[in-house]
């Protein structure tokens, strides 16, 4: 089928054009080099120091890119199923008597 007057080939997976799948944008790359740079350089104790602060200072935002990389599947033995032993919740604060529902 041709488009806008061409008549050539189209390219990987009916594409003409663009990068192949599987390659990388180059932007994102520049970008997520620099954001690791100046992860590196943000604290004189390097990477791991500065992401222990930011546990301590930035709970939230620290937990979200927790979230970003943990696995989102956790496996094991089929035979040997992982199924909870025990629920656990823990409240840090006590609920107040009049506003009880």
């Given amino acids: 089928m041709a ?3 061409n008549s050539g080939s189209f390219g990987v997976n009916g594409r003409k054009g ?3 799948p599987g390659v990388p ?4 790359t520049q ?3 620099a954001i690791l740079q100046a992860l590196n350089e943000a604290d004189a104790g390097g990477a791991v120091e500065y992401l ?3 546990a301590v200072k930035n709970p939230n935002a620290f937990l ?3 979230g970003r990389v943990l696995p989102l599947q956790v496996s094991g033995d089929p035979d040997q199923p992982l199924i909870p032993s025990a629920i656990q919740f823990v409240f ?3 609920p107040d008597s009049e506003n009880r529902t």
């Fill in 3 to 5: 488009r806008n007057g």
């Fill in 18 to 20: 663009g990068r192949p």
């Fill in 25 to 28: 944008n180059k932007v994102t």
């Fill in 31 to 33: 970008l997520k080099e």
């Fill in 52 to 54: 222990k602060q930011q």
């Fill in 64 to 66: 979200a890119l927790v």
């Fill in 92 to 94: 840090t604060q006590q």
